[in-house]
């Protein structure tokens, strides 16, 4: 499909996010602990920023490697935001539990609801190392960060998911 009357790089970014765009969503909905609807405004801020530096990510010499620390990035930001710590977006009023569809497993909802309780940047270097399978090097390139502090933050959040999940197994047993 061709875009309107745009140039090239137009054309080149259009495309770039018809292939790119479910892929993304998959992993901001990880990175914001299962929150769809926070997901997707992630995946949009981090298309209009990556429009706006289209050049720099062509040249990158890892363009997935740009991609997720812009995303990262923006996920960093929203959390900063000082509106965020008022307010707190749900897909499900807090009063109610989120549904398990039919074709998830109960603990994958329990594992989305664990990393919900991590802070950003703890569940990004989780998501990136455990469930994307990124080495530390590339997990630290991805959160601008040191590879001591990519163990520290995937050896931490992995205790926190462990008690979260510990205290989810234990409140279900009657």
Not at 143 to 155: E, H, I, M, N, R
Not at 168 to 174: D, E, F, H, L, P
Request: include cysteine; aromatic fraction near 6%; glycine fraction near 6%.
């Amino acid at each position: 499909m061709k875009v309107g009357r745009g140039n090239a790089r137009d054309q080149e970014f259009h495309d770039f996010v018809s292939a790119r765009r479910a892929g993304l969503v998959r992993t901001a909905t990880l990175l914001t602990g299962g929150d769809a609807h926070t997901a997707e405004d992630l995946v949009q801020t981090t298309l209009t920023r990556l429009y706006v530096a289209w050049p720099s990510f062509r040249a990158a010499r890892n363009p997935d490697g740009y991609l997720r620390r812009a995303l990262v990035n923006c996920l960093v930001d929203e959390h900063r935001r000082p509106w965020r710590r008022a307010e707190r977006s749900t897909a499900v009023p807090p009063e109610t539990e989120a549904p398990v569809s039919a074709d998830e497993p109960e603990a994958a909802g329990e594992v989305r609801r664990a990393l919900r309780e991590l802070p950003p940047r703890m569940r990004a270097a989780v998501v990136f190392r455990y469930f994307y399978e990124l080495d530390i090097a590339e997990t630290a390139d991805a959160l601008g960060c040191s590879t001591g502090t990519v163990k520290s933050q995937t050896a931490r959040g992995l205790d926190r998911l462990r008690e979260a999940l510990d205290r989810s197994v234990s409140g279900a047993v009657i």
